[in-house]
Each structure stands twice: as C-alpha cells, then as structure tokens.
Nanobody, 122 residues
Framework: QVQLVESGGGLVQAGGSLRVSCAVS????????VAWFRQAPGKERVFVAV???????YVANSVKGRFTISRDNAKNTVYLQMNNLKPEDTAVYYC????????????????WGQGTQVTVSS
C-alpha cells in the first residue's frame, strides 16, 4: 500500500521561501505521477503542480515563476519549492499520487497524504 507523508510546512513572512516534502513509501516514487494540491480555509482544494514518471512537470498559473516541483528518486521524495510567498498561498498543502499518466490539472489520484499547513504572514 502506497503511503504519502508531507512535511516542511510552517509559518513564513511574505516574500519568504519554504520547501515542502512528500515522502513516498510502499512503492518507488519514480513509478508514480505525483501532484501537489492546496486547500485554503473555506475554499475548495485546487491543483498546484505535478510531475509525471517521465519527469515532465508543470505548475498552476497562480504559482508559475514562484513554485517548482522536483523529485529525488534516491530519497523517494517529491518536493515543492515555494519562493516569494504571498499571504494568499496560505493553505494546507497535500501531495497525491497515481500510477498511470494523466495530463491536465483535473486528474484523479488514488493516494493522498494528510497535508501540511503553510501560513504566510503579511
């Protein structure tokens, strides 16, 4: 059974940086398409970024130029590097995985982590 555990969230001032991690167990991260989503208080969960098994990645327009997704196969971990953070980036960040390739930001994912809180103060 694949399990995902997020870490690295916290409190940061606007303009600062944070890197959140998604550690994968029960399978090789290189075999999965892994995405990051976020959910702000009172709002729906939305897509942030994705990296597929061929290392093709893209991020949502709202974070383009500020966020980068990457993968370390040796550590079985996917990262989301967040720079120039804004108060509107405040949310719980979730990672999710699926075994087959799916293009677009409306793919369904089989495995989800519990989330990590990111809070950006103004």
């Amino acid at each position: 059974q694949v399990q995902l555990v997020e870490s690295g969230g916290g409190l940061v001032q606007a303009g600062g940086s944070l890197r959140v991690s998604c550690a994968v167990s029960g399978g090789s991260v290189s075999s999965y398409q892994v995405a990051w989503f976020r959910q702000a208080p009172g709002k729906e969960r939305v897509f942030v970024a994705v990296i597929n098994r061929s290392d093709i990645s893209y991020v949502a327009n709202s974070v383009k130029g500020r966020f980068t997704i990457s993968r370390d196969n040796a550590k079985n971990t996917v990262y989301l590097q967040m720079n120039n953070l804004k108060p509107e980036d405040t949310a719980v960040y979730y990672c999710a995985a699926r075994s087959s390739v799916c293009y677009g930001d409306h793919c369904s994912y089989n495995y989800w982590g519990q989330g990590t809180q990111v809070t950006v103060s103004s």
